[in-house]
Nanobody
């Protein structure tokens, strides 16, 4: 069973960049599609991006398309989210998630069966 641990969150000014990481421990990392979600207190968890197990396919929320890039290094069991041109509305706790049985609903949190604890990203105006 995979376990996930996010890192790299912090405080950044609007227009800046940040890269957050998610380290997976366990077996067969390459067999898992990986997603990033974010959540603000009082709001539902929001899809950000997804990458397939082999890294060939990526999907993005419209709100981050062109600014965020998801990638993975299967040799290091790590998935990354590069966030550029950050905006105050990107402020949230960011969670990585793993999915080993893809049903096609990449933006639905219920698609994913393993979650990390989250890392806070704060963008100041």
């Amino acid at each position: 069973q995979l376990q996930l641990a996010e890192s790299g969150g912090g405080l950044v000014q609007a227009g800046g960049s940040l890269r957050i990481s998610c380290l997976a421990s366990g077996l067969a990392f390459a067999g898992y599609g990986m997603g990033w979600f974010r959540q603000v207190p009082g709001k539902v968890r929001e899809f950000v991006a997804r990458i397939s197990g082999d890294g060939e396919y990526t999907y993005y929320a419209d709100s981050v398309k062109g600014r965020f890039t998801i990638s993975r290094d299967n040799a290091k069991n790590t998935v990354f989210l590069q966030m550029d041109n950050l905006k105050p509305e990107d402020t949230a706790v960011y969670y990585c998630a793993a999915d080993n049985f893809y049903r096609g609903a990449y933006s639905d949190p219920s698609e994913y069966n393993i979650w990390g604890q989250g890392t806070q990203v704060t963008v100041s105006s």
